[in-house]
C-alpha cells in the first residue's frame, strides 16, 4: 500500500506513477457507480485523486511554484459546470493524464 501522506519523494513518485499506470483508460459504455466496479479513470474520485496529487508535490516541496498555478487551473475546471456535471470524455482523462506526465518528468530531473 501507498501511504498517500508521505514524506518521501519516493512515495510520492509511486503514488503518482499509481493514478497514471493502476487505472483503466477504458470508458465504460454504462455508467460506473461510485462503489465497485473496478479502477477507472473515469470516474470523478480519480480526478480528484489528480488534484490531490498536484496539492501534495506542492506542499511538500516536491514541485516548484509554479504548480500553483497548473493545480489552481485544475481545480477550477474541475468544479466548472462543464465537467462536474456531464459524463467523463476521452480528453478529461488525456488532460489529467498529462498533468500525471508533467509531474513524473518534473520529479524525475
Not at 501511504?3 to 519523494?9: A, Y
Not at 497548473?70 to 470524455?89: A, H, L, M, P
Amino acid at each position: 500500500m501507498i501511504n498517500v501522506f508521505s514524506t518521501e519523494l519516493e512515495d510520492y513518485i509511486k503514488y503518482v506513477k499509481a493514478l497514471k499506470e493502476d487505472y483503466s483508460e477504458e470508458i465504460p459504455e454504462e455508467i460506473l457507480g461510485s462503489i465497485g466496479g473496478g479502477k477507472y479513470k473515469v470516474r470523478k474520485a480519480w480526478f480528484q485523486c489528480v488534484g490531490g496529487a498536484l496539492t501534495h508535490g506542492i506542499k511538500k516541496g516536491f514541485l516548484p511554484s509554479r504548480y500553483v498555478l497548473i493545480r489552481d487551473e485544475f481545480f477550477e475546471w474541475n468544479k466548472d459546470g462543464s465537467f462536474s456535471d456531464r459524463d467523463t470524455k476521452r480528453e478529461d482523462v488525456d488532460y489529467a493524464n498529462g498533468i500525471l506526465e508533467t509531474i513524473l518528468e518534473e520529479v524525475s530531473q
